[in-house]
């Protein structure tokens, strides 16, 4: 479908987060990709300070960076003040998504379905009842993420949570189902079910070849997947995001559905779960990175 006006693509990979290697890997994964169908691919490794060197004559960056830098706006503000046309959200769009204490926010005052919830700075209390799950507001890939079912753990993972941010959420836990829904385009893919083989979706499952399973499409009742679908598309209205992603979304036992958050570049190593469930889709790896290419703009 190599229909993309563009010349010269720069893969902006590494950064300064806490998922530079994962992003490393991202990067490298769609390189090869786009130059298998044709492209000229530049790689651009952005220093652990934010900074990097833009090749002459790329036209387009295709962004493979993840955590702070990346899915926060920096990037995306960089390569906009340049007027150089980039893939997924814009800059603010990207920080509102990326920020849980503005995320959660918007999605609750639309009236999404999601987790009961409370921002915490150090030195404030807790006033939510356990279980909890505790997340610093401005990472990702669960970094710095627990899950807090007894009191005496309580103190250990906020600990943990202060150590890559200010400020926590604390939101109920939801026992059930991990669900994930991406979007590239307009088309929506089909919706996963992750199975952890030994607990947590942390970071381990989610990029561990034996971190977790993949049922694909997820097999829960067509009307639960049609909530799911809706919740995903008003996720992505409601932060204003655009070109891809990935809303994680978890299924009660009783039916009931709840939007954790939007991922706006979400891992694109060969096993993680965009480039699953558009294989599933009849897009295979170098397709979808085409697709996504196709859909960059300048902001």
């Known amino acids: 479908m190599n ?10 990979m590494g950064g300064p987060s ?22 000229r691919v530049t790689d651009v490794v952005v220093d652990a300070e934010g900074r990097l060197e833009w090749p002459a004559n790329a036209d387009v960056a295709f962004i493979a960076m993840h955590g702070r830098f990346g899915e926060d706006g920096g990037i995306q503000s960089w390569l906009e003040a340049r007027g150089i046309a980039h893939t997924g959200s814009g800059a603010l769009a990207s920080a509102r998504a990326f920020d849980k204490s503005i995320a959660k926010v918007l999605i609750a005052k639309a009236g999404l379905p999601t987790a009961p919830y409370e921002f915490l700075s150090r030195g404030q209390s807790r006033t939510r009842p356990l279980p909890v799950v505790v997340k610093p507001v401005r990472q990702g890939s669960s970094v710095g993420v627990s899950r807090v079912f007894r009191e005496e ?39 996963v079910e992750i199975v952890p083989k030994h607990g947590m979706f942390d970071f381990h499952a989610k990029y561990s070849p034996d971190g977790a399973q993949h049922f694909i499409p997820a097999p829960i009742p067509e009307e639960t997947a049609r909530r799911c679908r809706e919740a995903t598309l008003a996720c992505f209205d ?22 954790l958050e939007l991922n706006n570049i979400p891992g694109f190593t060969e096993i993680s ?18 697709r996504v290419l196709n859909l960059a703009r300048v902001f």
């Open 3 to 12: 229909v993309t006006t563009y010349r010269h693509v720069a893969v902006c």
């Open 18 to 39: 806490s998922e530079r290697a994962i992003s490393m890997q991202s990067g490298a994964a769609v390189s090869r990709a786009l130059q298998s169908r044709g492209h």
């Open 153 to 191: 753990d309580w103190g250990p993972a906020v600990e943990v949570g202060w150590g890559y941010d200010d400020v926590l959420l604390v939101e109920e836990y939801i026992p059930g189902r991990e669900l994930t829904v991406g979007r590239v385009g307009d088309e929506l893919l089909p919706i």
């Open 238 to 259: 409601v932060l204003g995001c655009t070109g891809m992603g990935r809303v994680d979304i978890r299924l009660r036992d009783d039916g009931r559905i709840f939007v």
């Open 273 to 290: 779960l965009l480039p699953d469930a558009a294989r599933v889709h009849g897009w295979d790896f170098p397709e979808l990175c085409e």
